[in-house]
């Protein structure tokens, strides 16, 4: 096959081409990014006295423990109480965090948790222990004392775990014990933080945190996804009771089956996504919840949600002369964060009769307010036709790795109308279009696999063809604990201790970290077939970038035939894999990507192995 390449570029890439998307589901908030290693640390939107109330947590010693509705709450947001009655001897309550603690030795911990004695007050300090210990109870890895005044009211007692070794496994639990009381004490709002991503406070996991950064994202779309819409409305996500002291914020019903606490909330969000160097594709409730639940069709119904929408804007970028901004100066940053685009819901699509009065109500209050930003539509495109026309479309796909393939040329036919798309969600999840999002049994995958990484890849070479009027994309969903989840694949997978880079996430960084800055036309490729390329010039320092994937078993060489001459060497940076081959937390490495130098020609030849994705990056003479 030879590739001849255009030496006249026909667009630019735009800055934001390549990112991330993220919502809390499959733990990847509560129990993955968020830093937070306690389960349940709150007891919130929780039941009292029922066993659910108390998921993670056990006795320690002969304890009893039990959730209540403490006559005097911590906290409006924060009703219930973990009460322990404690018996003589060493005892207490134990939490088993995410499915496992990571006790690793060179980190010190921040712990901490509230207390009140609602009886017969103790006649001296209570000494309680904190401690971080193996499962099976035999070894303790790390213990601190905090004293505890004798009181009624509630206090917070804080102290840090610095572990005397690392724990060979995350079969670990964090404990807090008496030794010297007995009695009933009532605690809440318990906390373990490990060192955070760049020392953010109440921030992210640094692991994870990491492991997003080296992808090179330009912006992050959060929070949601299904996850912002709610099952019902009452239970729809609100910024407001995501910021504020974590005694603030009451946490809520998720849309993937668990509790959220909303410790990650929009401040935390804003900040992180600052550090990261990305910037956020923020999304605000659109008046539909999942359930089924739809904000009617007038002024009045509409206002209150129009208005905690503006509220939730004016929070970003308003400045400290306004409620939103003035808080947000409160929190720490008085300077409004970056905000250029709002997207007005999710997957709309699913409720287009309503959005054709909820999408005007949103945007001809919000866009005059908010002139700078870009707001983005939810539903399909021009599909039902709104007013006001929507300058840009979130567009979601999910299918197998041969419609990705076939699919390359999804926008080639758009016009050019000053639309703008953001490719908001897409992933090949299974193997059998006639039941996507079936089980593993049935075709979906558990871990993205090589056929559906290469897939993605063709998609994308597309998307880089198209991106005059595609602005952004993102894989979805972003993470997933390999314990609990509610979706697969990911493009991370992780557990207490472990991140696993895919296929598909190393795909996605081929791409994030070799975007170039104009793309070069080139001999079109057979969408039918099994080769896809792309080739962009870089202007920094100078060069040609080639995009290779190889969608078929056979190896195939691929001669482009570069616009000017080139020098040196070019260097390659290569995956390649059998088709169902998936990296896994057995087998985290089974496929990643092989860098190599190799010799530059102005007739470039790349040879793809079958499944591969090739990344050639040959210096302009
Ligand atoms: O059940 S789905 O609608 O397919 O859920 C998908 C689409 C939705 O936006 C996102 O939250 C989720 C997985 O990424």
């Known amino acids: 096959t030879t590739v001849v390449v255009n030496g006249t570029a026909s667009h630019n890439i735009p800055e934001t081409l390549w990112g ?91 712990a901490s948790f509230f207390f009140r004695f609602p009886d017969t007050l103790p006649s001296s300090d209570v000494t309680a222990t904190a401690s971080l210990v193996s499962a099976s109870g035999g070894t303790v890895f790390a213990s601190a004392n905090v004293s505890l005044s004798p009181t009624a009211d509630w206090t917070q007692v804080f102290t840090t775990l610095t572990p005397s070794a690392s724990a060979p496994d995350t079969l670990n639990n964090f404990t807090v014990t008496f030794k010297d009381f007995s009695g009933t004490i009532n605690t809440a709002l318990f906390s373990l933080f490990p060192p955070t991503f760049m020392g953010q406070e109440n921030g992210m996991r640094a692991d994870i945190a990491q492991a997003l950064l080296d992808l090179g994202p330009s912006f992050f779309r959060f929070p949601g996804g299904n996850n912002i819409e709610g099952n019902t409305i009452a239970t729809r996500w609100q910024w407001n009771n995501t910021v504020g002291p974590l005694t603030s914020r009451p946490g809520r019903e998720g849309t993937w089956s668990y509790i959220n606490t ?24 659109s008046g539909f919840s999942l359930g089924g639940q739809t904000v009617a069709n007038s002024p009045d119904a509409l206002a209150p949600y129009i208005e905690q929408a503006r509220q939730q804007i004016e929070f970003v970028v308003g400045n400290t002369s306004t409620p939103g901004g003035a808080l947000r100066a409160s929190l720490g940053h008085p300077e409004p964060f970056t905000l250029n685009f ?16 909820r999408w005007p109500a949103f945007m001809n209050a919000l866009q005059p307010l908010f002139p700078d930003i870009r707001f983005l539509a939810t539903t399909f495109i021009f599909n039902p036709v709104l007013g006001p026309t929507p300058q840009s479309y979130d567009s979601h796909m999910y299918d197998t790795p041969d419609w990705f393939a076939k699919n390359s040329i999804m926008y080639d036919g758009f016009l050019r109308n000053g639309t703008t798309y953001f490719e908001g969600e897409y992933a090949a999840i299974s193997v059998n279009p006639s039941d996507l999002f079936g089980t593993p049994a049935n075709g979906r995958f558990t871990f993205p696999t090589m056929n559906g990484s290469v897939g993605e890849a063709a998609f994308m070479m597309g998307l880089e063809r198209n991106a005059d009027i595609v602005f952004a994309a993102s894989y979805a969903p972003l993470l997933g604990h390999v314990t609990q989840n509610q979706w697969t694949p990911n493009l991370l997978a992780f557990d207490a201790g472990a991140v696993i880079k895919s296929t598909s996430y190393y ?38 970038i080639i995009k290779l994937a190889n969608t078929g078993a056979d190896a195939a060489n691929v001669t482009f035939q570069l616009p000017a001459a080139v020098k040196g060497a070019a260097r390659l940076v ?15 490495d089974k496929v990643v990507p092989v860098t190599s130098s190799v010799d530059a020609g102005q007739d470039m030849v790349v040879a793809a192995p079958g499944f591969s994705v090739s990344v050639v990056t040959v210096p302009i003479a």
């Open 507 to 544: 795909v996605q960084q081929m791409f994030s970290l070799n975007r170039g800055d104009a793309y070069l036309p080139s001999t079109r490729a057979d969408p039918s077939g099994t080769l896809f390329w792309s080739v962009v010039q870089q202007n920094a320092p100078p060069a040609f």
């Open 20 to 110: 991330l998307m993220f919502e809390d589901i499959s733990h990847s908030g509560d129990g993955g990014l968020y830093g937070e290693l306690l389960q349940n640390r709150a007891f919130q939107e929780v039941t009292p006295g029922t066993v659910a109330a108390l998921a993670a947590w056990t006795p320690v010693g002969g304890a009893s423990i039990a959730v209540i509705a403490d006559s005097t709450p911590l906290s409006s947001a924060l009703p219930n109480a973990l009460q322990i009655i404690v018996p003589d001897g060493v005892a207490g309550v134990g939490n088993m965090g995410f499915w496992g603690i990571n006790v690793n030795a060179s980190w010190t911990y921040n």
């Open 342 to 357: 709002v997207e007005v819901g999710n997957e709309d699509q699913f409720a287009p009769s309503t959005y054709l009065y």
């Open 262 to 285: 909303d410790g990650l909330g929009l401040y935390e969000y804003l900040v992180w996504i600052e550090l990261m160097g990305m910037q956020p594709i923020m999304a605000i409730w």
């Open 574 to 588: 290569q995956i390649s894999g059998n088709p169902t081959d998936s990296n896994t937390p057995e087998s985290p």
